[in-house]
Structures are given as structure tokens and as C-alpha cells.
């Protein structure tokens, strides 16, 4: 897809990260989560860009304590299944055992949209609850303010829009 620039759409990488608990050794849930995106050089991974930081609520709603979250881009040759096993690796370095789903976790790192791509399967692209969540949609608009969802084709504008408006996002 070409926007009116001419500049390709959909050929960029966005990663969700985030945290509500400390990884051994950090400050807080963001310090852990800075230095996991900092760490992803060690798998030829390359940081584009990463969104401003937002505090929010845990979905769905729980006592847990809130969340640190950001968008992260990335540019990598790798495909999408090594990708996503490279970052369940790095998940479980920093401390992460997969219990329960929606449960507290000291990091959290999904693929949201790997160059447009639409899967069904074991790994599901773009991300299946993307368009559901406050906590991704807000820092992704903030990276790629034109960005439209690959299967909709919707924009983020007004997938924020159609948000839950009991889902609370604020930049930390």
C-alpha cells in the first residue's frame, strides 16, 4: 500500500512492550523493559524507534498493579516466527514464566504488525486484540500516525476512537 507521499506503508515492524512488575536487578517495570529493547541489538534486531511511555490500566480490569507500556519499531531479516521465538527468549531472560493469561508480568513483548502481514495459526498477525487495546493503539499513533490496520484496513484514528472508554492510557 502507497500513501499519497509515495512512501510505503505497511513495510515496518511495530513490537508492544511492557511491564507491571520488576525484573531482578532494575529500578522499576520500564527500567527492565528499556534495557530488553536495548538488548534486542544482540539478535540482529535493529531499534527504529521508540514510542513515548504511557502507564495503564491492566486489560481487562484487575487489582494488579498498572502497567508501564511503548511501541517499539524495529527493522530485522528474520521472519516472523523466529522473531516471536527470539522474543519469548528475551521474555524469559528477563524473569517472565508464563502462568495464566492477563496475569501480572515483569515483561511483555508482542508483534503487533510485521510489514502487514495478515496469519492465521500459531502466530496470528497482525496481533488478534491490537485493535481492542488502549495500552498499543495510543503509542503506536504516535509512531505511525498514518498507520491503517491490516486486516481492516481501518485507521488508528479511528480504531482509538471505537476504544473502550473505560481503558485508561497516560503518558508517563
Same mark, same amino acid.
Given at each position: 500500500?502507497?500513501?499519497?507521499?509515495?512512501?510505503?506503508?505497511?513495510?515496518?515492524?511495530?513490537l508492544?512492550?511492557?511491564?507491571?512488575?520488576?525484573?531482578d536487578?532494575?529500578?522499576?517495570?520500564?527500567?527492565?523493559?528499556?534495557?530488553?529493547?536495548e538488548?534486542?541489538?544482540?539478535?540482529?534486531?535493529?531499534?527504529?524507534a521508540?514510542s513515548?511511555?504511557?502507564?495503564?490500566?491492566?486489560?481487562?480490569?484487575?487489582?494488579?498493579?498498572?502497567?508501564?507500556?511503548?511501541?517499539?519499531?524495529?527493522?530485522?531479516?528474520?521472519a516472523?516466527?523466529?522473531?516471536?521465538?527470539?522474543?519469548?527468549?528475551?521474555?524469559?531472560?528477563?524473569?517472565?514464566?508464563r502462568?495464566?493469561?492477563?496475569?501480572?508480568r515483569?515483561?511483555?513483548?508482542?508483534?503487533?504488525?510485521?510489514?502487514?502481514?495478515?496469519?492465521?495459526?500459531?502466530?496470528?498477525?497482525? %496481533? $488478534? +486484540?491490537?485493535? /481492542?487495546?488502549?495500552?498499543? &493503539? #495510543?503509542?503506536?499513533? @504516535?509512531?505511525?500516525?498514518?498507520?491503517? %490496520? $491490516? +486486516?481492516?484496513? /481501518?485507521?488508528i484514528?479511528? &480504531? #482509538?476512537?471505537?476504544? @473502550?472508554?473505560?481503558?485508561?492510557?497516560v503518558?508517563?
Amino acid at each position: 500500500m502507497i500513501n499519497k507521499d509515495k512512501t510505503i506503508l505497511h513495510s515496518r515492524i511495530f513490537l508492544g512492550i511492557g511491564a507491571n512488575l520488576t525484573p531482578d536487578g532494575f529500578a522499576g517495570p520500564r527500567e527492565g523493559c528499556l534495557a530488553a529493547i536495548e538488548s534486542l541489538a544482540e539478535d540482529a534486531i535493529e531499534v527504529v524507534a521508540v514510542s513515548p511511555w504511557y502507564k495503564t490500566a491492566p486489560v481487562p480490569a484487575s487489582d494488579q498493579p498498572w502497567f508501564q507500556n511503548a511501541v517499539v519499531e524495529i527493522a530485522t531479516d528474520m521472519a516472523p516466527e523466529t522473531l516471536i521465538s527470539v522474543l519469548h527468549d528475551r521474555e524469559a531472560r528477563f524473569g517472565r514464566v508464563r502462568m495464566m493469561r492477563n496475569e501480572a508480568r515483569v515483561l511483555d513483548i508482542d508483534i503487533l504488525d510485521f510489514k502487514g502481514e495478515v496469519r492465521h495459526g500459531n502466530l496470528v498477525l497482525p %496481533h $488478534p +486484540r491490537l485493535h /481492542e487495546r488502549a495500552f498499543v &493503539l #495510543i503509542p503506536l499513533a @504516535d509512531l505511525a500516525p498514518d498507520w491503517r %490496520h $491490516p +486486516r481492516t484496513g /481501518e485507521l488508528i484514528d479511528q &480504531l #482509538i476512537r471505537d476504544l @473502550d472508554p473505560q481503558q485508561v492510557a497516560v503518558r508517563a
